[in-house]
């Protein structure tokens, strides 16, 4: 146990923590350990971030995907969902709305696709949100394109891009993707990003069957040496219409014990990377309806992705199982996640960005050493 603490306390002052080390703060001995974790990442992000959350609005925009991930339940051979693609004027209107209601950026979210018709349409969108009169950030999540395409959409007006790799680890990385997804390619992806001057994020699926701590300990120094400003992890959640879904159901108290183990990797993640943006995702909210995004935060999160898409869309946008608000107008959302952060003493950041702190340092760093 004085193990543990010993490391705890290096971490908060800042101090680099080996892979066995960081393997140590997953594994807290009691609650009263795994309390201190969350408050000491709690307290360094209220000391980098403030008390308060930078609100993105989500917007699913397409379920359509050439991909076939053994756990994602848009994958291309999954026949059950209805596809669709959300009209221009559509994906605006959303838009509009999440710069009604203050939120300082939107997440455009898609099926992965290259084809020449969709890199159009996704500058297109850009170029129409970036005409409101709201300054929204941008954040993509649309998959591995080229450099070109990147820096088209980068131009276009997107100044974030989240590519999740889903494991750092290349073996656990093979078996729960096919064939066509590459390992290496993914991580090129990533560089590509960076190249293109995007706020680069990344991330993970936590409780992976097959997956041991100390594969999430090396993903967080995965994180550090990839220099990512933005992270956006969180419980694997089996879907049914998928092979991993099907292969390994879900026990009693599997899914609680992944959403423990996420948010200590949330915590975890917050000490050794400090400066980065780190996503509450709905992951956790599908296992904690009434508290999982808050508990997010209170170890040491600072991002939350509410839902602005069209409501009769979310149902053919389930990723997982038990994908939470599919039938709540985003208004309701808008009232019921402001209420819930006061409860726990923290506000909504309205009408800002909420860039990630190390994304600038990282352009200053690379300034100089050019």
Known sequence: MDGFYRILEKAVSGEFLAVPEITVLLCPPDEAAEKALFDAAYQLKCSICGKVVNLRGLIEFSNICTRDCLYCGIRRSNPKPHRYTMSVNEIVESAVLAGEFGYGSVVLQSGERSDPEFVDMV????????ELPFELGITL???EESLETYQRWRRAGA???????ESSDEALFRKIHPADAVYSERKAALRRLQAADFQTGSGVMIGLPGQSVEHL?????FFRQMDLDMIGMGPFLPQED???????????????????????????TRLVLRDVNIAATTALQAIDPARGRERGILAGAN???????NVSRRKDYQLYNGKPSLDENSSEIREKLTASLAEIGEMPRFNEPGDPLHYSKR????????
């Not at 991002?303 to 898409?309: A, D, F, S």
């Open 123 to 130: 500058e297109e969108i850009l170029c129409r949100i970036k």
């Open 141 to 143: 999540s649309c998959g």
């Open 159 to 165: 100044t974030r891009y989240l590519l999740r790799i």
């Open 217 to 221: 300990a090396a993903d967080v120094d």
């Open 242 to 268: 998928t092979p991993l879904g099907q292969q390994y159901p879900d026990l009693p108290g599997d899914a609680e014990k992944r959403l423990k183990l996420s948010l200590r990797m949330i915590a975890v």
């Open 303 to 309: 991002v939350i992705m509410p839902n602005v898409g």
């Open 363 to 370: 352009k200053l760093l690379k300034k100089i050493s050019d």
